[in-house]
């Protein structure tokens, strides 16, 4: 390897990995804008409107509808607070008991669940699961209730697809909310999480997949946010001999997570 020929191919793995990076976290940042807005039309359609305008119709038409701006997700879902005080009467209003999302049992009793509500058609299984029994959702949605801002879960694998993805939630406030309003304000104002899955082994793959000499680069993003135990979010992370490598700087908005992209030459060239 001459001293220049590994600079050129330094510079055009940078220029591919940085692209990449550029491509995927604006691909976030615009899906994520629009599950906050989905969380306001949630806020004004059905809390904020006596009887209510919105329902699942037409939850799931206007989802399916405004996929095209959530690129990088499955589907998306709001799920209502439910105290345990309120549990029997929700339960007879919508004819169905609240179930844990794994054993998809009645859920045993609990200070206060999150149950789907509507969802879009993709993930209707969400209906009824109480979305806090998944300790990912769970710190979801305590983290989103408590700043009002979007949360993003670490790298697991979403249910029913079994694909390595992350979770967004956004919380649901049955009023406008001052910017400067507390923590406890917050809480106490929560009605419910709006939120979906990105089904990053996919639909990542799917857009790198579509980019100019994709086969030529090996690309894995991880979730670094705790710094010595970086999760695996995407890629074939097995590496094989190729010893140039570079990363590129990712921010997916929820400054609770830190990521990176790495990528190296695949063998090939
Ligand atoms: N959405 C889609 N698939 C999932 C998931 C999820 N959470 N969790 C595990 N697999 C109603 O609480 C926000 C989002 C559930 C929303």
């Not at 793995?13 to 969380?39: G, K, P, T, W, Y």
């Not at 094989?240 to 090939?268: E, I, N, V, W």
Request: proline letters at 4%; hydrophobic letters at 35%; one cysteine or more.
């Amino acid at each position: 390897f001459s001293r220049q020929h590994y600079k050129h191919y330094e510079d055009i793995l940078a220029n591919m990995c940085d692209e990449r990076a550029r491509m995927l976290q604006h691909q976030f940042a615009v899906s994520i804008n629009h599950v906050h807005a989905l969380a306001i039309l949630v806020s004004t359609f059905y809390l904020r409107t006596y009887p209510s305008v919105l329902d699942q119709a037409t939850f799931a038409e206007y989802t399916a509808r405004t996929a095209f701006e959530r690129p990088l997700m499955t589907g998306v879902a709001y799920a209502h607070r439910v105290r345990h005080s309120e549990r029997d009467n929700f339960e007879r209003l919508h004819g169905w008991t609240i179930k844990t999302m794994h054993s998809r049992e009645t859920s045993p009793a609990y200070d206060e669940y999150a149950p789907t509500i509507f969802s879009q058609e993709t993930i209707n299984y969400l209906v009824s699961l109480d979305m806090m029994s998944g300790e990912e959702d769970r710190d979801n949605i305590f983290r989103t209730r408590a700043s009002g801002k979007g949360a993003l879960t670490r790298p697991f694998r979403v249910l029913e697809s079994n694909h390595l993805g992350v979770v967004l939630t956004f919380a649901v406030y049955k009023e406008l909310l001052p910017p400067e309003a507390s923590i406890q304000e917050r809480i106490e104002a929560t009605a419910g999480y709006l939120g979906g899955a990105f089904d990053v082994e996919s639909l990542v793959e799917n857009l790198l997949s579509r980019l100019a000499r994709s086969e030529d680069i090996i690309v894995n993003v991880y979730d670094i946010t705790n710094s010595s135990e970086p999760l695996i979010m995407y890629g074939p992370e097995v590496f094989t001999g190729s010893t140039l490598l570079h990363t590129s700087a990712l921010d997916f908005g929820d400054p609770y997570r830190k990521h990176h992209m790495q990528c190296r030459l695949s063998k090939k060239v």
